[in-house]
């Protein structure tokens, strides 16, 4: 017979309390360990966006320079068809109709590590409420800026340069692209340039005030949509930087 008044009953619940905690402690440590990992993986899913960011911060600060050139041309053209400017030479007309008829610009942002991301399903590693949403609406801003550009492309493609086309050699407006890229480099040197052009034909013609304005008006939407990006990106810049910083 068991005789209960022998039973060691404090040994016995100090050892169920120590089993107990050590499978506690047991699972902190599996969880703390966990949440290690987590947190080196979301450091390192930071450090990649935060690199595709910065190139993206540096296209969409040219993108806004380009704008604003195409902008500033379009807006001169049509002060020289109003009189507001007198004396500009055939040359200066020449780098702005290239500007306004030839020349369009489509911004291709860097989005390799958030696609990635969204890929892999781990958006939720990211601790940051206000980071997550910024970078899950991130494609949907993009493609909201950029669709004014495709638009004056297009614009530029159908409308803009075959109008030219048909007006005036435009040869020598190719020799002011303003860029330095190879191809536009060899373009300048391959096509020759003319004597001066007579610019007269255009001014008289309403089809040209026309397209100069409207492609002012598409160039003001453009530019607002991209600078709109360029602050959503330095909103998530400025988040990346202050998770990174908090690790």
């Known amino acids: 017979m068991i005789d209960r008044d022998a039973m060691p009953y404090g040994r016995i619940a100090a050892e169920a309390v120590a089993i107990v905690l050590s499978i506690l402690l047991a699972f902190a440590i599996d969880a703390a360990w966990d949440n290690h990992k987590e947190r080196q993986q979301e450091r390192a899913i930071l450090s990649s966006l935060a690199a595709d960011f910065a190139d993206a911060k540096v296209l969409l600060d040219e993108a806004i320079g380009v704008h604003q050139k195409y902008l500033d041309s379009a807006r001169r053209l049509l002060a020289i068809l109003d009189q507001e400017v007198t004396g500009a030479d055939w040359s200066a007309i020449d780098s702005m109709l290239n500007n306004v008829f030839l020349n369009a610009k489509t911004t291709e942002i860097p989005n390799g590590s958030l696609n990635a991301l969204f890929a892999?399903?781990?958006?939720?590693?990211?601790e940051n409420a206000r980071l997550r949403s910024l970078l899950a609406a991130w494609p949907s801003f993009v493609?909201?800026?950029?669709?004014?550009?495709?638009?004056?492309?297009?614009?530029?493609?159908?409308?803009?340069?075959?109008?030219?086309?048909?007006?005036?050699?435009?040869?020598?407006?190719?020799?002011?692209?303003?860029?330095?890229?190879?191809?536009?480099?060899?373009?300048?040197?391959?096509?020759?340039?003319?004597?001066?052009?007579?610019?007269?034909?255009?001014?008289?013609?309403?089809?040209?005030?026309?397209?100069?304005?409207?492609?002012?008006?598409?160039?003001?939407?453009?530019?607002?949509?991209?600078?709109?990006?360029?602050?959503?990106?330095?909103?998530?810049?400025?988040?990346?930087?202050?998770?990174l910083q908090r690790h």
């Open 120 to 126: 892999s399903g781990k958006l939720d590693l990211i």
């Open 143 to 243: 493609d909201n800026a950029t669709e004014d550009e495709r638009w004056i492309v297009n614009d530029v493609q159908q409308r803009l340069t075959p109008y030219l086309n048909g007006k005036i050699y435009v040869r020598n407006s190719y020799q002011y692209s303003g860029s330095l890229s190879t191809v536009e480099a060899m373009l300048k040197k391959s096509v020759p340039p003319r004597p001066p052009t007579d610019h007269e034909v255009l001014w008289d013609d309403p089809k040209f005030d026309n397209l100069v304005s409207n492609r002012l008006a598409n160039e003001v939407y453009a530019l607002q949509e991209i600078k709109v990006l360029a602050r959503k990106l330095d909103s998530i810049i400025e988040q990346i930087n202050a998770e």
